[in-house]
């Protein structure tokens, strides 16, 4: 199906990003194909400010030579394509970490990729879309006519099968709006013209064919019911707990600065959740991703030079320091009330790099560590409490609720395994060309009834 509109240019305006599981089914709710076609609504994900994705064909491709010519007989495929995408957005209120498949640990000893670590199938991969809306009004407003008014054929929608996330970073630094980039890599793309609904699920099997027959709607993108339009650097506080580290009383410290002193400048969080890609004879897709172990979650700060403290490298050497660790907490707030709260559990203390330049501030670049054994690990890792997902306002966190579409409550109360879930009915009444069905069947991706 053609868009209806010719486009000079596609700019960020124009732009709306969501997520849904990867594997739902058309039939969730009977198994009448004329009355019980349902299809799920996408979550959008909200204050996105970049995009990117790449498809590298020639790295699964490999030349076919002989003696006789010097030029290829020909190609074939001997892996797997693998897609990578990127994005980042404004850190919010925890709602596009639980969309994406991280856990909200208040309340427990839940690593925030635990469900991840466990692979469990509803968590541990998203299908995500791009929409692209009629060219020179908001995507966000009701000129961009996301429902044609009646007609259909104004959007364009790229989607992202099978996607894991490889890297979580979030950046917190003076004079910056605090941010959160993603990195994912997915196992197919799919482009789509003309249409933000109806879209067939682009995740795929093990023999690269798509098996699941749920079908996507991507409703109407808005800015999001936050309760703030961004968090600020003076919304955030870093404090060590049980430092062991700089702690002077066991007369064995290393020395450098002193952690609860610093006029800290940054700090930045890495979460790299990495995949093996298993291959098998007689398939044409690695049959398993699982995590790469153990994760090594790393925190690094920047922070200016005031005071030092008491200490000796010798003591690290020579063992006396011992395995001495601290917790670092981060908290982000809109006020009163917490937004986010990063934990970093079980830290040690990787490096400590001293830099001054004529007429400079000294500064000292620190970074912390901590290992990921498995979804089990509660004495070290990285822990999140986001606001969104609450029942009620505990420790000062307020409920946010993810909604989808019509309004319908995606999470209510804690994450639950399989949100961001919006099931809505569909029938043959009207397909994706705005024609009437007559055969009982859905079109193909291609408008064919």
Not at 172 to 177: T, W
Not at 233 to 255: K, R, W
Not at 304 to 312: D, Y
Not at 415 to 444: C, F, K, N, R
Request: net charge negative; glycine share 10%; hydrophobic share 35%.
């Amino acid at each position: 199906m053609a868009t209806k509109t010719t486009r000079t240019r596609v700019i960020s305006q124009s732009k709306a990003v969501y997520v849904t599981p990867t594997d739902w089914e058309l039939f969730l709710d009977g198994n009448d194909e004329t009355t019980d076609r349902d299809m799920v609504s996408g979550h959008q994900l909200h204050r996105v400010d970049t995009f990117s994705f790449d498809i590298d064909l020639s790295a699964s491709r490999q030349d076919v030579r002989e003696f006789g010519q010097l030029a290829r007989t020909s190609t074939t495929r001997l892996s797997e394509i693998d897609p990578t995408l990127s994005f980042g957005y404004y850190l919010g209120n925890g709602e596009n970490e639980l969309a994406l498949g991280f856990n909200n640990s208040s309340g427990s000893d839940t690593q925030m990729a635990a469900d991840m670590l466990a692979e469990i199938a509803s968590q541990k991969e998203r299908n995500v879309f791009v929409v692209t809306a009629k060219e020179g009004v908001d995507a966000f407003s009701t000129e961009a006519i996301w429902d044609g008014n009646g007609e259909a054929g104004y959007h364009d929608t790229v989607g992202f099968g099978n996607c894991f996330v490889s890297s979580y970073s979030v950046n917190l630094s003076v004079g910056e709006i605090p941010r959160v980039d993603v990195e994912m890599q997915a196992s197919n793309v799919v482009f789509w013209t003309g249409q933000q609904s109806g879209l067939f699920n682009p995740s795929i099997d093990l023999e690269a064919q798509r098996t699941h027959s749920g079908l996507v709607e991507l409703p109407p993108p808005d800015t999001g019911a936050l309760g703030h339009h961004v968090l600020r650097p003076n919304d955030v506080s870093i404090t060590f707990v049980d430092d062991q580290i700089s702690d002077l009383t066991t007369g064995t410290a290393i020395g450098g600065v002193s952690f609860s002193e610093m006029p800290i400048q940054s700090c930045s969080i890495d979460l790299p959740l990495s995949r093996e890609v298993i291959d098998k004879l007689g398939a044409e897709r690695a049959y398993a991703k699982p995590l790469d172990f153990p994760i090594d979650v790393t925190m690094s700060i920047n922070s200016l030079v005031n005071q030092f403290t008491t200490g000796a490298i010798e003591y690290a050497i020579n063992g006396r320091a011992g395995d001495k660790k601290t917790n670092i907490v981060v908290e982000v707030k809109d006020g009163a009330n917490i937004r986010n709260k990063f934990v970093l559990s079980g830290a040690v203390l990787d490096s400590q790099s001293f830099s001054q330049g004529l007429d400079d501030n000294e500064t000292v670049d620190l970074t912390f560590s901590a290992q990921i054994g498995g979804k089990g690990t509660t004495d070290q890792g990285l822990f999140f409490t986001a606001a969104t997902g609450h029942a009620g306002n505990i420790n000062g966190i307020s409920e946010v609720n993810l909604t989808g579409a019509n309004g319908d409550n995606i999470v209510s109360g804690a994450a639950i395994p399989d949100q961001p879930i919006s099931v809505v009915g569909w029938t043959d009444a009207e397909l994706y060309d705005g024609s009437a069905g007559s055969d009982g069947e859905p079109d193909d991706e291609r408008g064919n009834p």
